[in-house]
């Protein structure tokens, strides 16, 4: 099988990319600047459709993975049409280059397309998204729905595990740079995430390849936790001060002009469909410290 990994130098896609080269596959990757230390690279702005249709079409892939778009919330919400020619436009290109080219097609989604109203969504719940980038996420999901191939749209959220050097941190990451350093950390304790250790979810699209399932899963850790009490688990973890993590509300912090929404996405269908587990935050912090390569 020969897979295309849009997005492939993000954090998400590039351990994607490994964990599918591992299993032998024939994987191409695209990236938009930073171009990884990857054989079959290919420069491609998803908003160019005829570009995007020019690069499937000389691949040929058998599966495309679309794991790229704007994910910054506040960013979305400043800036409405960026938002919606990336994560819109972009997945639209995407999926008529899959029609074309008679590919299936696998969707990166967020937890951001429900509202958080209720106490826990399964992948059968409606969705209402609260915020922008939430809801350019779900037009995303709708376009998948109806394309013309078989599909898979995968919902996580708070992904997190170590990052190479190009690549942006992650709450995980980004709290041992400020913890390390014995700078004080800032951490919200009004939002929840389930956060989602990378290499589960690496290991639950591979099964989910393998089996050849469709539909709609959600790929996300065993927790429901907010930003403080994640961070006070990592410090822990790593035996570092949790002294120096301050507690406070998203309104205090100026770079978040955007209400988070508190949305807990239950994970029982993978684990059920594929017998894929996945961690805890406490067990995910573990098993990075394990594989510490102190670069942090």
């Known amino acids: 099988m020969k897979i295309l990994i849009i997005g492939g130098s993000s954090i998400l896609g590039t351990s994607i990319l490994q964990g599918l080269q591992n299993e032998l596959y024939t994987v191409h990757y695209s990236y938009l600047k930073n171009q990884p230390p990857f054989s079959n690279g ?15 079409d000389e691949i040929k892939p058998d599966l495309v993975v679309h794991t790229s778009a704007l994910t910054n919330i506040d960013l979305c919400e400043k800036n409405n049409s960026l938002a919606y020619s ?16 008679n590919c299936k097609i696998i969707f990166v ?71 390390r350093a014995e700078k004080t950390l800032k951490e919200i304790t009004d939002w929840c995430n389930t956060p989602t250790y990378l290499p589960d979810f690496v290991t639950a699209i591979i099964k989910l390849i393998k089996l050849n399932k469709t ?58 469909d594929t017998g894929t587990s996945f961690k805890t935050t406490r067990q995910g912090a573990i098993s990075m410290l394990n594989t510490d390569v102190n670069s942090y």
């Open 109 to 179: 989604s967020t937890s951001f397309v429900f509202d958080g109203l209720k106490n826990e969504y399964t992948e059968d719940d409606k969705t209402s998204p609260a915020t922008y980038y939430g809801f350019t996420k779900w037009k995303g999901e709708e376009y998948v729905k109806v394309a013309k191939v078989p599909y898979l749209i995968l919902r996580t959220d708070a992904l997190y595990g170590w990052v190479e050097k190009w690549q942006r941190d992650n709450s995980v990451t980004r709290a041992l740079k400020f913890l």
């Open 215 to 272: 539909g709609i899963y959600h790929l996300t850790g065993s927790n429901f936790i907010s930003r403080f009490e994640w961070s006070k688990e990592v410090a822990d973890v790593f035996g570092l001060n949790l002294n120096n993590i301050v507690p406070v509300l998203s309104k205090e912090l100026e770079h978040i002009s955007v209400k988070r929404v508190n949305i807990n996405l239950l994970n029982n269908k993978i684990k059920n």
């Open 42 to 56: 290919h420069k491609l702005d998803i908003t160019k459709k005829n570009d995007v249709i020019k690069v499937i």
């Open 86 to 101: 990336i994560n819109v436009d972009g997945t639209k290109n995407i999926i008529q280059a899959c029609e074309k080219a």
